[in-house]
């Protein structure tokens, strides 16, 4: 057995997360929770798939947060109330009895929103229609809307429902901890980027202040996790904008990671299309090999067409998954 096969296959423990193996399932909108947004018995067998196939940690799909602006497609499921929470049980239940751990991703769509059955307005860091066009496959037709900006209390309610939201998938849903979406051009997301935060106030500016979102709402689900691990996901690259790039560089890099070490994350998971492509022009550093640099005593998840990279690179290892036209890849922790 290769080196990296011995790697990949061994337990890991490590501060809050402990898994029988390094494999991980990424996460994959489905799209197939009830109008309600509850998980149903698909979801189910579906996860229960890969935890009879040996995986040592699987996250789910992203689940809107609260009952306003967070939700993003037709058919996503949420975490909203107890009725939600509960509706999880079959598959996290359904998942530990293959010894597998089981995160929830939380997610809030923000300016990408696609359907939502609460409000009929989308929100944004700014007034900013979105880049590109909306997902067919989730039901999306057209030009994204323009957001509304939201205002301090909008982000306070949006902070306090990523700590609700977390409190249910840990106390009532039976998950093992949480991964706040930081990632793909979602709400956390566009208040990173530069041209769609074009803020004045402390949410917007250089970027450790448009960073300072997703840090307060690190900060608030810590607070509920207790000894439950909580990850953060992070890209450049988004779903209606594949080929973004930090403007700071590499520079931004060391900012974003070493920011992301000191608000005491378990985990960084770095996501992109093509996750071992050098992250800048400058550079050959791929994102996940900075977030190392940056973050060095951080767990890591790499993530993004892994499978591809396997065929040209020796001992590598991916399991790779397809939903509604797009595709998710196991990522190495450790």
């Not at 011995?6 to 990424?26: E, I, M, S, W, Y």
Request: glycine share 12%.
């Amino acid at each position: 057995m290769s080196e990296t096969k011995k790697h990949v296959t061994a337990p890991f423990d490590r501060g809050h997360l402990k898994l029988k193996n390094r494999f991980a399932v990424a996460p994959m909108t489905r799209v197939s929770a009830d109008e309600q947004g509850s998980a149903t018995q698909t979801m189910a067998r579906y996860y229960e798939r890969f935890a009879k196939g040996g995986f040592g940690l699987i996250i789910t799909e992203g689940n809107y947060t609260d009952r306003s602006s967070s939700q993003g497609y037709r058919f996503q499921p949420g975490l909203t109330d107890d009725e939600q929470a509960q509706a999880w049980r079959a598959t996290t239940d359904a998942v530990h009895r293959h010894g597998s751990v089981m995160i929830a991703q939380l997610m809030h769509a923000g300016a990408l929103s696609q359907a939502n059955r609460f409000v009929s307005e989308s929100v944004g860091p700014s007034a900013i229609r979105p880049k590109g066009e909306q997902m067919a496959f989730y039901y999306g037709a057209g030009s994204y809307r323009i957001p509304r900006a939201m205002s301090d209390k909008d982000i306070a309610e949006a902070i306090d429902a990523f700590a609700h939201a977390a409190q249910l998938a840990i106390g009532t849903a039976g998950f093992d901890g949480v991964e706040i979406h930081g990632a793909n051009g979602y709400l956390l997301d566009q208040f990173l980027t530069d041209y769609s935060n074009q803020r004045t106030d402390q949410w917007g500016g250089e970027v450790g202040q448009r960073l300072r979102l997703t840090l307060e709402v690190i900060a608030a689900v810590k607070k509920v996790a207790g000894q439950a691990p909580v990850g953060v996901r992070l890209s450049q690259g988004k779903v209606n904008d594949f080929q973004h790039k930090w403007a700071g560089g590499e520079r931004d890099a060391e900012i974003i990671f070493a920011a992301l070490a000191d608000a005491g994350v378990d985990y960084i998971h770095v996501t992109e299309h093509e996750a071992w492509q050098p992250a800048f022009a400058q550079g050959q550093a791929s994102l996940v090999e900075l977030a190392r640099r940056y973050a060095p005593d951080v767990t890591l998840i790499a993530n993004g067409g892994l499978a591809r990279s396997a065929k040209s690179r020796p001992g590598a290892s991916c399991r790779r998954g397809h939903h509604r036209g797009g595709q998710g890849c196991a990522g190495q922790s450790g």
